[in-house]
């Protein structure tokens, strides 16, 4: 009797750990299917004077960039890096950071950070956090700040979140939603406020992130996918 019961069970248990795979694989490819990437970051630096105040340019590269030991203007950079979503993987899209900026006058510096070449179509969740870790020198306060760009944009684009430190801290993670349909960009922005006379002694930092946010059509070909596993399943178990 107990044969007879384990001999009947036993397709039975089998449908349904393919069903489980299958269902898996759905769930996977799905949001996998509407998102590819391409990336390409920059760097660019303004300041009011400089170049008619408007963005320069002072490096790009793929995956990761590195730039040290700058001069712009009346300010000087130790570094300025970034990471894109080439190198972070999912959710990651963008991080940066900011060493050790200083000035000998007043003035105030605006440090932009793009990377091009993300694609998804549909709405996706952007959360920015934001962080101050060293803030020494002659620095009063820094604005920092995460964009996105449905077009692709260099530098900016729709605001996502904004954060204000006068010293150390840290502020987020901030959600914010936008849709996308095709080739997009993201960006983040420091802008600096100096009064002058200091050596620079900081570090500031953006993560941005991202994750999909499921459109009604997803569901409707998860739970299509789904019903067919099911059917598949109760009319083999009805042949037995």
């Known amino acids: 009797m107990n044969t007879n019961q384990m001999t009947t069970r036993s397709p039975h248990v089998a449908s349904l750990r393919r069903c489980g795979i299958c269902f898996t694989l759905l769930a ?10 391409a990336d390409l970051i920059s760097i660019g630096f303004q300041e009011p004077g ?20 700058l001069t712009y203007g009346t300010f000087s ?31 105030t510096l ?8 993300l694609s998804f179509t549909g709405v ?3 959360v920015s956090s934001f962080a101050v870790n060293t803030l020494e020198g002659s620095i009063v306060s820094v604005t ?10 260099l530098y900016g684009g729709t605001l996502l979140n904004s954060a204000l430190f006068s010293g150390i801290g840290t502020m987020g993670p901030f959600t914010t939603s936008g849709a996308t349909s095709g ?18 002694n900081d570090n500031l930092t953006i993560d941005l992130q991202g994750t999909t946010v499921p459109e009604p059509a997803s569901f409707a070909l998860l ?5 067919a596993i099911v059917l598949k399943f109760r009319l083999s178990s009805l042949r037995r």
Not at 56 to 66: A, D, H, K, V, Y
Not at 110 to 117: E, K, L, P, R
């Open 124 to 126: 996706e969740n952007f």
């Open 110 to 117: 605006g440090i932009w950070v793009t990377a091009q070449g």
């Open 144 to 153: 920092e700040t995460t964009y996105f760009s449905a077009t692709n944009a």
């Open 183 to 200: 080739t997009y960009s993201v960006t983040e922005q420091y802008m600096i406020f100096d009064i002058g006379g200091g050596t620079g």
């Open 50 to 69: 400089v170049d008619s105040g408007l963005i320069t340019t002072e490096g790009t590269g793929s995956g990761n960039l590195l730039i040290s030991d």
């Open 223 to 227: 739970a299509a996918g789904l019903l």
């Open 77 to 107: 950079v130790n570094d300025a890096s970034a990471q894109d979503f080439a190198i972070l993987g999912p959710p990651g899209l963008l991080n940066t950071q900011v060493l050790n900026v200083s000035t000998s006058t007043p003035g």
């Open 28 to 37: 996977t490819l799905l949001p996998l299917a509407s998102s590819a990437y």
